[in-house]
């Protein structure tokens, strides 16, 4: 892995704007998280009010994350974005060595948000002086990541293939739609999992995760390909 390739791509894409995007996001899914908990009926025992807490909170972070994670793919490989190419590429760095970097560089941003996200998410359990859960947190947080990477890369696909931003939306739209697969007939459920990955109530990812992974790298392919023989 080239570490001054991937440093260079924070510099160039990851200026102020995206800096406070992030921050942005950070302190609206706190005041999000806070004003969830805070809503929450204190009568009801502990291990419901934090199952409700959990329902709501993680809900809007998987979407919040994979919205940023369709932005920063669609936005990092436009054209115009994507210029500073030129003056890279050469006999120390190859085409697909630029993209396959770049691609690790948008992945640690999402890794940097998940973070802050996780931050956003304990932080008002524990001004509430709530420690005890049954979730496993790190694992649900890493189904996060992977969807997120499903997601980010599919919106690069159409970015590579048409060069428009707005296509973006076609993924967000996409997720929305798997955000209610759950309640759809079982036979469709079981077909649509091997082409979206989706949540079920319960925040557990339905479809197989080495089955996503495979998705993973069939568009890291397809977007390798598209991008080294595109002009």
Not at 25 to 53: A, E, K, P, R
Request: charged residues 10%; hydrophobic residues 55%; proline residues 2%.
């Amino acid at each position: 892995m080239n570490l001054k390739l991937i440093k260079c791509h924070f510099t160039f894409n990851f200026n102020f704007i995206t800096i406070l995007l992030v921050v942005v996001i950070f302190v609206l899914t706190l005041i999000f998280n806070f004003i969830n908990i805070s809503t929450l009926n204190t009568g009801i025992s502990t291990y419901n009010l934090v199952n409700s807490y959990f329902d709501t909170a993680l809900n809007f972070i998987t979407f919040i994350s994979c919205s940023f994670s369709i932005v920063i793919f669609s936005f990092s490989f436009l054209s115009k974005q994507d210029s500073y190419l030129s003056y890279l590429i050469g006999p120390k760095i190859r085409k697909d060595n630029y993209f396959i970097t770049k691609v690790i560089t948008n992945i640690l941003v999402n890794l940097f948000l998940l973070l802050l996200e996780f931050i956003s998410l304990i932080f008002p359990l524990v001004i509430n002086k709530i420690t005890e859960y049954n979730l496993n947190l790190m694992m649900i947080f890493l189904d996060i990541l992977i969807v997120m990477t499903y997601y980010g890369l599919l919106s690069l696909l159409l970015v590579v293939t048409f060069d428009n931003f707005y296509l973006s939306m076609i993924p967000i739209i996409i997720y929305v739609f798997s955000s209610n697969i759950y309640s759809m007939p079982l036979d469709i459920i079981n077909i649509l999992k091997y082409v979206i990955p989706f949540f079920n109530q319960e925040l557990i990812l339905i479809s197989s995760r080495g089955f996503i992974l495979m998705e993973i790298v069939f568009f890291m392919l397809i977007n390798l390909i598209l991008y080294i023989f595109h002009d």
